[in-house]
């Protein structure tokens, strides 16, 4: 990690460059782990950072490809934060930053059940609207299996994110549970638009189209709050830990 913290009186003055700052553009302030300078061991401490610092930027950062402009660069430039602003304590700002990925991960699965289930009633009425050899697609055998899969991936999907986020309430450790989440919810959203895409024909490829948004949508999520294949590494790593 390259952005660091070096203690400055009853403060501390950060420097360095965060990519890929979700909501950065609108924005007030940015939650930024730091590395702190001058220590003899590598540790990292969290900072709330009022974006109209002296010393931070915010800059344009890429579009990604669900065309939405949320994200930016934030260029810390001797950017000094009041030790009111250290997040927990000082040194345990990683501890901090994955607690919040976790809770990150079951937050953003509703989010795709939303866009699936969505897809899943435009896909829906697609096929009974849109007629081949005189009936709806929705008479074809091979489009109810297509529409049936969907349905259970949705129903599978919603299911164990509803678990997952009511053992969350309880306060129950639900690491390895969120990346079964994640990964499961990202994948199955993923197939059900792109069966979404392939029932809606070209106009499921065109631009503009809603099915055409939620696939881009979706495919992000595959790799948004960890890659699938991170979610296989936790998961892993969980059940190596069972009793």
Known sequence: MRTTAVRD???YRL?????????????DFAIVVARMAGTEEESYSAFLVDLDSPGCRVTDGATPMSGEHIESDIVLDDCRVPA??????????????LGRVTVNRLLHCPSAIGAARRALHLTRDRALTRTVNGKPLLA???IQHKLADMAADLYAARSM???????????????????MCKLFVAESAFRLLDEAVQ??????????????????????????????????????KGLATLA
């Open 9 to 11: 009186g009853d403060g």
């Open 15 to 27: 420097t360095g460059h965060k990519v890929f700052s979700s909501a950065g553009p609108f924005a």
């Open 140 to 142: 074809l055998q091979a």
């Open 84 to 97: 009111a602003n250290l997040l927990g304590e000082e040194g345990k700002g990683l501890r901090i930053a």
């Open 199 to 236: 029932i809606h024909g070209k106009d499921g490829l065109t631009q503009g189209h809603e099915i055409e948004y939620l696939f881009r949508k979706m495919r992000m999520f595959r790799v948004l709050t960890g890659t699938s294949e991170i979610q296989r590494n936790g998961i892993a």
């Open 161 to 179: 994110t509803y678990a997952a986020l009511a053992a969350l309430d309880r306060g129950e450790d639900v690491r390895t549970e969120a990346f």
